[in-house]
């Protein structure tokens, strides 16, 4: 089937009815004073007409048939052309003028994933990203995603691109809105996170649709977005039309990682409150992110056993980590990602015991 938009031609310019006006009397050797009596309108409407200064009406229209001969239908055809016409190139315009802010989307990441189609037109490639965003023009955009720029502006460094934040976080709220969840409970959310926890010891094909589910079970959205690039950022939680969302990236791919931000976000769903939003990046702190650190610490690997492994461990041997491990049933790379990161570990040391994981479509 041939696409009859091919190889339309669209011009870059419009003929105005008034100029179309302006030739007909030229043909017939009549002057706008004249038109004027013959029609019964003022001389200084007929004037602007032709300046492309008032439009012709449909009275108008009919008023033009008698006089000029021509039908109605034509005049206001003209002027109907002429609106559709001067809509387009000033749209265009506009388009053109927010060519700069496509530039700094993502934009060949999130066609690799899928998330837009790919365009050679830099206009079409442009509207694509709008109705992605959802949004009618970067300002709408600007306005829209200002509070989650607001979020993550104490965690900005040199390289991040609020685009690709935006974008990240946009699919994700796109994904979540798919997931049916039942009413946020919070009793039962802390409940399911011990079930949770024992999924950090399956593979993937298993926890996350587990995850998944159970979270869901509870009014709480899973998702599993890849980072883009210039984003830094490996988990948010928020709260869309009720539903409590958690959104992961597997920026750092290890499961130590993966779990302790998914707890960590748990955190900021129990203790505080609906309106906020939190984007994890690198440097992210205060006092609302400590007790989410604990939480998700405290969750995964309890205080007392902790404790108690550390004073028998002599500070080096992976066989005691796996048998700890083993006893608190999780996963033995949560358990050395916890001692790196207490400085109880060399971050060289057990990254054996760890398993990393990666996007298989993501580029």
């Not at 037109?121 to 959802?134: I, S």
């Not at 939680?237 to 960590?264: E, M, P």
């Amino acid at each position: 089937m041939s696409n009859k938009h091919t190889n339309q031609y669209v011009p870059d310019y419009i003929v105005t009815p008034g100029e179309v006006l302006a030739d007909y009397l030229a043909s017939l050797g009549m002057t706008q004073a004249e038109l004027a009596a013959r029609t019964g309108l003022a001389k200084k409407t007929i004037n602007e007409i032709i300046k492309g200064k008032s439009p012709i009406t449909h009275e108008t229209a009919l008023k033009f048939e008698r006089a000029l001969g021509r039908p109605a239908h034509f005049w206001n055809n003209l002027e109907r052309q002429f609106q559709e016409d001067r809509i387009r190139l000033a749209e265009q315009q506009r388009l053109e003028s927010w060519l700069g802010w496509l530039k700094k989307v993502p934009v060949n990441t999130m066609v690799k994933l899928g998330w837009i189609a790919k365009h050679k037109d830099k206009n079409d490639q442009l509207e694509a990203v709008l109705r992605f965003f959802g949004v009618a023009s970067p300002e709408q955009w600007q306005e829209v995603w200002q509070e989650y720029q607001v979020a993550y502006r104490q965690t900005q460094r040199f390289g991040i691109c609020a685009e690709s934040v935006s974008a990240w976080l946009r699919r994700g709220e796109i994904e979540a809105r798919e997931i049916r969840c039942a009413p946020f409970d919070r009793k039962c959310f802390l409940e399911i996170l011990d079930e949770i926890r024992d999924l950090t010891r399956e593979s993937p094909d298993i926890f996350v649709p587990e995850l998944v589910n159970l979270a869901a079970s509870a009014g709480v959205a899973v998702v599993f977005v890849p980072e883009l690039p210039k984003t830094g950022v490996f988990g948010a939680t928020r709260w869309l039309k009720g539903k409590a969302v958690i959104q992961l990236s597997l920026r750092y791919k290890s499961n130590d990682h993966l779990w302790f931000t998914f707890f960590h976000e748990a955190g900021h769903i129990l203790k505080h409150g609906r309106k906020e939003i939190f984007i994890e990046g690198s440097g992210l702190d205060g006092e609302k992110e400590e007790e989410a650190n604990t939480f998700a610490r405290d969750k995964l690997i309890p205080a007392t056993a902790y404790r108690r492994f550390l004073s028998t461990w002599d500070g080096r041997s992976l066989e005691p980590i796996q048998r700890f491990a083993e006893e608190i049933s999780i996963a033995p790379g949560i358990v050395v990602g916890r001692l790196q990161h207490d400085n109880c570990l060399p971050k060289s040391h057990g990254n054996k015991l760890k398993v990393f994981y990666r996007w298989t479509y993501a580029p």
